[in-house]
């Protein structure tokens, strides 16, 4: 039998540590400062994408709020923009697992099948190959929750809802977490950045689908994710906003990072 296909991490040892060991302290040190006694989970999350000395704190955030979760999470639906490769539609990988410092996730062969039905949806290990906005997120997924198969969706050119129509697909019960990757305004002056992300972050706790690539570069799931809030009654929850100014870069040009959690109704 042959081994499964892997993707290789591509961006260990440059957006976050290469080394088990040391990304375990490292996530250790950016968890702990993160408060994790919350006693109900959040069906999805919002969490920035950048070098984890710049916006790992803000995901750490969020990603401590899964505590209460732990063993009930069997399913990681990650969705995040591509950067380097452009895509009509939103592309899944033909790997079947994808490889971080800390071990290998297996790719949820049963959600792939059902998504590769809808005309949306592609197949391409080239824009999975090199993309960092999904990568990073795992090693903090392979922390916070015990053991989980991935769905991962490089979104690129769609609309809203198509993007929506994937999420439901897999939206699945408690055993189904959605995480989405973006960062917000990138390259203003500090205050400028402020004003900007706060007006953007108003939009998305308003459940907006309008918002600006220019304001959040995963601006479209962002906004699919936002219409199946909408339609599933979901409220959100801004945890984290600051900017790369705040965390480890100077003022004058910063890149703007905020974290999320929409929860179920009670």
Request: proline share 8%; with cysteine; hydrophobic share 45%.
């Amino acid at each position: 039998m042959n081994p499964p296909s892997s993707r290789a991490p591509a961006v260990a040892g440059l957006f976050y540590p290469g080394e088990h060991r040391s990304l375990t302290r490292t996530l250790a040190e950016l968890l702990s400062s993160a408060p994790s006694d919350h006693a109900v989970a959040p069906k999805a999350l919002i969490a920035p994408h950048a070098g984890y000395v710049y916006s790992g704190p803000i995901a750490a955030q969020a990603y401590a709020r899964l505590s209460a979760a732990r063993d009930t999470i069997r399913r990681v639906v990650l969705l995040g923009p591509t950067h380097r490769v452009a895509v009509r539609g939103i592309a899944l990988p033909a790997a079947e697992r994808f490889v971080t410092p800390l071990g290998p996730v297996d790719i949820d062969a049963d959600a792939v099948k059902r998504l590769r039905s809808l005309p949306q949806v592609c197949v391409s290990d080239e824009a999975h190959a090199l993309e960092h906005s999904l990568e990073v997120h795992l090693p903090f997924l392979q922390t916070v929750i015990a053991h989980f198969a991935l769905v991962p969706l490089a979104v690129g050119y769609v609309e809203p809802d198509e993007v929506a129509e994937v999420i439901e697909a897999v939206y699945g019960g408690p055993e189904t977490l959605i995480v989405v990757s973006s960062d917000l305004s990138h390259y203003l002056p500090y205050a400028q950045a402020q004003s900007v992300d706060r007006s953007t972050c108003d939009a998305i706790l308003a459940l907006r689908s309008d918002i600006d690539h220019e304001h959040a570069c995963g601006a479209t799931p962002v906004a699919g994710l936002n219409v199946v809030a909408r339609r599933k009654g979901l409220k959100p929850e801004l945890i984290d906003l600051r900017n790369s100014g705040d965390t480890a870069g100077d003022r004058s040009r910063v890149v703007g990072y905020a974290s999320f959690a929409f929860y179920e109704a009670a």
